[in-house]
């Protein structure tokens, strides 16, 4: 009977370790009403958090908080954003470099940027890839990434590991759906850009996120075994010289079938994500530890 009881045991704590951690809710500090965040990324140290704020449909800032103990400061607005609709920061793993997307002018027009994607244009929600650079006393003016990057005013999304390879999503092909891409830094400038081998012409793909190192990415797509009318998110290993076949990572991380804006702790061993207008949290362990 004893024996029984072990066994059964042990089988019950081997499916409970198979099993994903639930998402948890990532709220930091309170905010207005009407207003939210998405877009979490940390500073090495985990002592700087850098978020977007929404408010409305049009109000998108990149905010910063410090961390005290347990507690996180209210959030201000960084010194170059505020004005444009900026969102979708990531830091590069060395803390050198901000990426953002935009739609400030890149040129001397001063009208913001429109975009084309799904179908249908977008006045004033268009997007161009930023770099900004830290300071000591702040932050630098941002500089637009060249045409190779931005080959149109619906890209938008970066993410960069600690080679500095930018991964990130454009609108293209027939109907304008998102599509990932990648760019390699030669002499210090991402001059072009192609497909990432692990996106799909045939499906909607969006919100890379990479791990510093570059062994994974995690990101939102249409393709099966999403539903129809939503999405999943999906992770790909590196492989050699190329990726895996990218993974459904299921309804228990995912449940309402709508995350978005995927981002990977500085260790890359949690997830954040927006869903159901808040950002969640949840424990990476299971799918890193699986054969792939």
Not at 143 to 171: C, E, Q
Not at 266 to 274: G, N, P, Q, R, V
Request: glycine share 8%; aromatic share 12%.
């Amino acid at each position: 009977m004893l024996f029984r009881w072990l066994a059964a045991a042990s089988c019950i704590a081997l499916l409970a370790a198979a099993q994903p951690a639930a998402p948890k809710r990532f709220a930091p500090f309170a905010l207005p009403h009407g207003t939210r965040v998405m877009d979490a990324a940390f500073t090495q140290d985990g002592g700087t958090l850098y978020l977007t704020r929404v408010a409305g449909r049009t109000s998108y800032a990149i905010v910063v908080s410090q961390r005290s103990g347990e507690s996180w400061s209210p959030p201000l607005t960084v010194p170059f954003s505020g004005r444009w609709r900026d969102l979708e920061e990531v830091l590069s793993p060395d803390g050198d470099t901000m990426i953002f997307s935009s739609n400030r002018p890149g040129d001397a027009s001063g009208k913001p940027l429109d975009a084309y994607y799904n179908g249908s244009y977008s006045h004033a929600r268009g997007g161009n890839l930023w770099i900004v650079k830290p300071t000591r006393s702040g932050w630098g003016a941002p500089v637009r990434l060249p045409d190779g990057v931005n080959a149109n005013t619906s890209t938008f999304s970066p993410a960069i590991d600690a080679h500095g390879t930018l991964y990130f999503m454009r609108a293209s092909g027939p109907g304008g759906r998102f599509h990932l891409f990648t760019a390699r830094r030669e002499h210090g400038v991402y001059a072009s850009s192609s497909l990432a081998p692990f996106s799909d012409m045939r499906y909607a793909d969006f919100d890379p996120t990479i791990a510093p190192d570059g062994s994974f990415v995690i990101f939102t797509s249409t393709r099966p075994p999403a539903p129809s009318d939503k999405s999943a998110l999906f992770i790909s290993f590196r492989q050699g010289s190329g990726w895996t076949v990218p993974r459904d990572m299921g309804a228990a991380i995912d449940p309402a079938g709508d995350a978005v804006e995927a981002r990977l702790s500085t260790d890359a061993e949690k997830l954040y994500y927006s869903s159901r207008r808040a950002v969640w949290t949840v424990d990476l362990h299971r799918w890193l530890t699986l054969d792939h």
